[in-house]
T-cell receptor
Framework: EPEVTQTPSHQVTQMGQEVILRCVPISNHLYFYWYRQILGQKVEFLVSFYNNEISEKSEIFDDQFSVERPDGSNFTLKIRSTKLEDSAMYFC??????????FGQGTRLTVV | GENVEQHPSTLSVQEGDSAVIKCTYSDSASNYFPWYKQELGKGPQLIIDIRSNVGEKKDQRIAVTLNKTAKHFSLHITETQPEDSAVYFCAARPGYKLSFGAGTTVTVRA
């Protein structure tokens, strides 16, 4: 069964450093998303991406965040200068038609 | 924006009994309501969803009901089994993004 894959599973980084979280969406999907879940809190929407551009973003997704689909298969989330409060589980999701979204296993980001 | 409330936060049921989780939403523009199951160390897995033009949907032991007038929807799991133990999230979507409930930790006692 096709699935969304994310790497790495766990990333530890120093405050102020840049991180890139990687995702390979399901191959025929056209809509891509990033969500995050801070420990003990709700899953929160960050950004949606369609047709090589951001279609919607949340207040969390400020200038420190960016997304890219560099090669037609990967979908990345970059955090330019990480803060302690960026520590969370980051989930990538994809959708074929923009309705049903399928999530990856997540990347646990720890900022120290 | 959309606000989704989910109850209860924890639910313990005897194996074979039914489990019901309820969610309410605030944005009348929401038209898609999925349910996700998350097991420890894994990402949310889509288990069932319902669109606003349908009042009920069933898939084997799982069913979802939607009341658009009251802005609430529910997940029903019948004949629960130990492998149903997990955290369940409801969500609602008015546009591109999903707004999630806080989750319900379901424990099925053998």
């Amino acid at each position: 069964e096709p699935e969304v894959t994310q790497t790495p599973s766990h990333q530890v980084t120093q405050m102020g450093q840049e991180v890139i979280l990687r995702c390979v969406p399901i191959s025929n999907h056209l809509y891509f998303y990033w969500y995050r879940q801070i420990l003990g809190q709700k899953v929160e929407f960050l950004v949606s991406f369609y047709n090589n551009e951001i279609s919607e973003k949340s207040e969390i997704f400020d200038d420190q965040f960016s997304v890219e689909r560099p090669d037609g298969s990967n979908f990345t989330l970059k955090i330019r200068s990480t803060k302690l409060e960026d520590s969370a589980m980051y989930f990538c999701a994809s959708s074929e038609e923009g309705v049903s979204a399928f999530f990856g296993q997540g990347t646990r980001l720890t900022v120290v | 924006g959309e606000n989704v409330e989910q109850h209860p936060s924890t639910l313990s049921v005897q194996e074979g009994d039914s489990a019901v989780i309820k969610c309410t939403y605030s944005d009348s523009a929401s038209n898609y309501f999925p349910w996700y199951k998350q097991e420890l160390g894994k990402g949310p897995q889509l288990i069932i969803d319902i669109r606003s033009n349908v009042g009920e949907k069933k898939d084997q032991r799982i069913a979802v009901t939607l009341n658009k007038t009251a802005k609430h929807f529910s997940l029903h799991i019948t004949e629960t089994q130990p492998e149903d133990s997990a955290v369940y999230f409801c969500a609602a979507r008015p546009g591109y993004k999903l707004s999630f409930g806080a989750g319900t930790t379901v424990t099925v006692r053998a």
